[in-house]
């Protein structure tokens, strides 16, 4: 008899579940085609990343950086055909926690629910953050002074005037100085994160039709102006800027893993979307797909563009790269032309992820798996309320206070997490009906290819391998992670070469894997931490409610 940590939920129980939830109460409208998907999901995808971390991985790596973004489009690329697999065959809200549903079992679904909440609700409070510093920046160029104390987190500010100290600068009109000081506490706060949150969730509550379209006037907007940012810095790309193409070599580009990586999260939002697809097995796949091609080519113009501008070295520490190309060579209107959509494309990420998150929870409390509030849909916006309302105060109240530098590497941990896991899904899907309609991931056997990689890729690393060995006991946690990496490789190649496994979703799972290791060690810690807190409300409430526990 199966353990009941992972009991499954059979695709046809699933389906029926949500074809029931939508007739015996007010059903989500089924609104979305290929066009919206792929406009979401460049919603999604092109934020705060191009935005912003682009600049400090531009440093660490110089123009090289290109190719950590074609690396890590692979990846995606692979992890996107998986989804699309899932999607074709589980068309309905919940995403990756769905689909491991079906092939893992309970706890391995709970696992995955309780990552995505790093990717939509923890992510968003990053976006957050990034639109309010760029939002400031808009209201000073207008003329107008918000409070520095009312524009900041309280560690960030305390840490801006120790820095400040220690240099001997001037501390007058930092927030630490300014700040009101109430109950003995200094009144700090960002409260243009708050704000955007609040009214991204009511536009995320009043409907999906609504929401739609102001996603696609978005994602209309943000790509006019990255051609225009392209078109105007051809004109100003100096080549030499380009030499050397890897200063600081492979290791330097690698260094900017959690930057780039956070650049593509979102193209998987759109599967939270299934069952307000009008067609899903059709559009959900290409949805994916086209966004994430077209995000990949924005992406590494717009980064050979810049990096042409000016040189690498001036991008350190840089949180507005593109508007800091144009403030150098003297164009201050473009900069701020660039801030402007620099807030809508942060706004546009901030309604997809506000979007994502509810319908996760609601496939989850279908399942028993959290209380049957979260799966009540509006009578009226026929939208999840009670679930969007509760994604609204858990990222408005830590956007209101908490520092993001942590939470961009705590979100990329959970996303890759949960990618590697739903490329890991697909393997253990049962073989298709034949004359079923929808996407069919194309199989291409891995017994060979596999093992060849393998070994590639240990020839190419083996200087590092034989140090991790050599000075195991005196290696830093992120050698560890390296040696962990090797090993779950060489099992998975193993069970590749004697089963013949797909291709595809084995190159998914390693890519994954080799970028999650590539996040410093410290976030790790966090990541572990939050996941046992996940195991702690699972085993305290999902374990005993779940539908299918027995006696239920």
């Known amino acids: 008899m199966p353990s009941p940590l992972f009991r499954k939920k059979p695709i046809s129980t699933i389906l029926h579940d949500s074809h029931e939830e939508a007739h015996g109460q007010a059903g989500l409208r089924k609104v979305l085609g290929v066009k919206d998907l792929t406009a979401m999901g460049i919603a999604a995808v092109i934020g705060a990343g191009i935005f912003s971390t682009i600049g400090q991985a531009a440093y660490d790596g110089g123009p090289g ?104 600068s001037p501390t007058a009109g930092m927030a630490w100085t300014t700040a009101p000081i109430i109950a003995g506490y200094k009144l700090i706060c960002n409260l243009p994160a708050f704000i955007i949150i609040i009214l991204i969730t009511i536009l995320a509550y009043i409907g999906m039709k609504e929401s739609r379209s102001s996603a696609n006037f978005m994602v209309g907007l943000k790509l006019v102006v ?88 001036e991008f350190e520490a840089v949180a507005d790269p593109l508007a800091y190309v144009f403030e150098k060579i003297d164009l201050n209107k473009i900069g701020f032309f660039v801030s402007v959509s620099a807030v809508v494309a942060a706004t546009s990420v901030l309604l997809v992820f506000q979007i994502g998150q509810p319908r996760i929870w609601m496939s989850m409390s279908r399942d028993g798996l959290m209380p049957s509030r979260f799966g009540r849909i509006h009578p009226r916006f026929h939208t999840p309320g009670f679930a969007t309302v509760v994604t609204g105060i858990i990222v408005a109240i830590p956007a209101l206070l908490i520092e993001s530098a942590l939470m961009t590497d705590l979100t990329s941990i959970g996303t890759l997490f949960a990618f590697a896991i739903v490329c ?66 060489a099992v998975i190649t193993v069970f590749t070469f004697l089963r013949k496994l797909s291709l595809i979703p084995v190159l998914g799972m390693l890519c994954c894997m080799y970028l999650m290791i590539e996040i410093p060690a410290r976030s790790w810690i966090v990541f572990f931490g939050w996941m046992a807190f996940g195991l702690i409300v699972y085993f305290c409430y999902g374990f005993w409610k779940s539908k299918l526990a027995p006696g239920r």
């Open 226 to 313: 990255l051609a225009f940012v392209v078109v105007i810095g051809l004109f100003y790309i100096d080549t030499n800027n380009w030499s050397p193409f890897m200063p600081n070599g492979f290791s330097g580009v690698l260094k900017g893993v959690s930057a780039v990586f956070f650049a593509y999260i979102g193209f998987d939002a759109i599967s939270t979307t299934a069952e307000e697809c009008a067609n899903p097995q059709r559009d959900l796949p290409r949805g994916m797909v086209y966004s994430l091609i077209i995000c990949t080519l924005v992406y590494v113009i717009v980064t050979l563009v810049i990096t042409g501008m000016v040189n690498y070295s």
């Open 65 to 168: 950086v290109v190719f950590l973004f074609l690396m890590t489009a692979v990846t995606c690329g692979f992890t996107a055909l998986c989804y699309a697999e899932f999607a074709s065959r589980v068309p309905v809200a919940g995403s990756a926690y769905t689909y491991s549903y079906v092939t893992f079992g309970e706890v391995i679904a709970w696992i995955l629910g309780w990552a995505l909440i790093l990717e939509y609700a923890i992510g968003n409070v990053v976006v957050s953050i990034s639109w309010s510093s760029y939002f400031v920046n808009l209201l000073e160029g207008a003329g107008i002074n918000l409070p520095s104390w009312l524009a900041t987190d309280p560690a960030t500010a305390k840490s801006l005037y120790e820095s400040a100290l220690e240099s001997n």
């Open 424 to 489: 890991g899904g697909v393997l253990a899907l049962p073989p298709k009906e034949k004359g079923t309609k929808g996407f069919n991931l194309p199989y291409i056997n891995g017994q060979w290819v596999i093992p060849m990689l393998f070994i590639v890729f240990m020839y190419t690393f083996r200087l590092r391998f034989i140090e991790a060995i050599t000075n195991f006991t005196h290696e830093a946690h992120q050698e560890i992670l390296f040696l962990i990496f090797i090993s779950i490789s």
